[in-house]
T-cell receptor, first 111, second 111 residues
Framework: NAGVTQTPKFQVLKTGQSMTLQCAQD?????MYWYRQDPGMGLRLIYY???????DKGEVPNGYNVSRLNKREFSLRLESAAPSQTSVYFC??????????FGAGTRLSVL | GNSVTQMEGPVTLSEEAFLTINCTYT??????LFWYVQYPGEGLQLLLK?????DKGSNKGFEATYRKETTSFHLEKGSVQVSDSAVYFC??????????FGQGTRLTINP
């Protein structure tokens, strides 16, 4: 009963490096989301995918790209990491009842 | 745009105290409202929800009532436990899927 699985759990990057955050869900949900969580700001939506094959920008998409690889997997890519992207990243998915289920998060530091 | 405002934290209470965490929202129309809880080192979990005015969501002793007239969805619990220590997020759903979160309130319960 894994739910939403994110990898890695922790990552440290240098400015300018690239990386991909992975997310997979086993609940057969159509919709998937990427959020970032910063102190005092709650969660802000980066990108979402309403269904396989579609992606849309959220509130803070600049500096990120996403890929909905298949129904299960939704990855988030940082092409050239910046210190402002230091944050905790959460992936979520939702199905027909529109309740979002979250992964445990990836803590990213960009030096 | 839509927004959610929560009371500033952190909140520290003694075990068995009464808890209120205030949440107000700004939205066009009548969004669904949610409380999510985040335990240390984990992702967010849905605590309770309400989908229309005067609905009361409840779970694990927590309650919140959707008040259209005051645009509020305050979280309450009559007697808190140490295990309730967590960060609590109020959120609204705009459109079919997207959630808008408040900034979160950190709650610490002392034995």
């Amino acid at each position: 009963n894994a739910g939403v699985t994110q990898t890695p759990k922790f990552q440290v990057l240098k400015t300018g490096q690239s990386m991909t955050l992975q997310c997979a869900q086993d609940m057969n949900h159509n919709s998937m989301y990427w959020y970032r969580q910063d102190p005092g700001m709650g969660l802000r939506l980066i990108y979402y995918s309403a269904s396989e094959g579609t992606t849309d920008k959220g509130e803070v998409p600049n500096g990120y790209n996403v890929s909905r690889l298949n129904k299960r997997e939704f990855s988030l890519r940082l092409e050239s990491a910046a210190p402002s992207q230091t944050s905790v990243y959460f992936c979520a998915s939702s199905g027909a009842k529109n309740i979002q289920y979250f992964g445990a998060g990836t803590r990213l530091s960009v030096l | 745009g839509n927004s959610v405002t929560q009371m500033e934290g952190p909140v520290t209470l003694s075990e068995e105290a009464f808890l209120t965490i205030n949440c107000t929202y700004t939205a066009t129309g009548y969004p669904s409202l949610f409380w999510y809880v985040q335990y240390p080192g984990e992702g967010l979990q849905l605590l309770l929800k309400a989908t229309k005015a005067d609905d009361k969501g409840s779970n694990k002793g927590f309650e919140a009532t959707y008040r259209k007239e005051t645009t509020s969805f305050h979280l309450e619990k009559g007697s808190v436990q140490v295990s309730d220590s967590a960060v609590y997020f109020c959120a609204l759903r705009e459109g079919a899927q997207k959630l808008v979160f408040g900034q979160g309130t950190r709650l610490t319960i002392n034995p």
